[in-house]
């Protein structure tokens, strides 16, 4: 029996009931919470109604913010941003997400073919790194506000090529847009495909574009299931 954690959070069922045939994961950012992104899934899951979204908190809560405040959760500790702690982070975040994604598949009886993974700045890091990672490809990977937090560890980790999509506001302050030109070189390289896409006024965050194109993507790769 593992004794990784178990991560849990918000979750919406099919909009058209029954057993769910595709899975949506979000993972959220730094200090937040599932319940952040679940604002996302609600606004979707009308257009994907067989589709089962998953938003659950990360393993730990980020020290020194008040106890049950609902964005408080991390994946990974941050204090200095060096290389070295984003490795220790992933060797860490990397298995229990990874655990996650086995137990809702395994729950529903679907596979990766039917699962695309959402994440939002250190979100974005988590599921590119793990999506990647795993030995069969997830539907796809769609990306806000984020970039690769350690190339030395995900580039021989690469098993699987899905499609990417990158979102990245062009006034982020906090992970600077060239961050989304650096990961997708990355990808490229590695020969994963990618898109990107630049959303003129937005800081860290996801504007309307962004949540447009993300649909949009969503439907591309779960085969337009509407």
Partial sequence: ??????????????????????????????????????????????????????????????????????????????????????????RYAAPIFDAFLDRILDHAGLTEADLALVGFSQG??????VGLSRAHPVAGILGYSGAIAS????????RSRPPVQLVHGDLDHMIPPMAMDT???????????????????VGHGIGPDGVDLGEAFLSRVLGGEK
């Fill in 151 to 158: 190339q030395k560890l995900l580039e021989p980790a690469i």
């Fill in 1 to 90: 029996m593992s004794d990784l954690p178990k991560l849990s959070g918000p979750s919406l069922p099919p909009f058209a009931g029954g057993r769910p045939r595709k899975i949506v994961v979000l993972a959220h950012g730094f200090g937040a919470s599932g319940q952040d992104l679940n604002g996302l899934a609600l606004g979707w899951r009308a257009n994907f109604p067989h589709t089962a979204f998953y938003a659950p908190d990360g393993p730990d809560k980020v020290p020194g913010m008040e106890e049950g405040y609902q964005m408080g959760y991390q994946w990974w500790t941050i204090r200095n941003f060096s290389a070295a702690e984003s490795e220790a982070g992933l």
């Fill in 183 to 201: 990961a997708a070189s990355f990808l490229r390289r590695n020969d994963v495909p990618v898109e990107t896409h630049v959303s003129p006024q």
């Fill in 124 to 129: 974005t890091m988590l599921a590119l790194h």
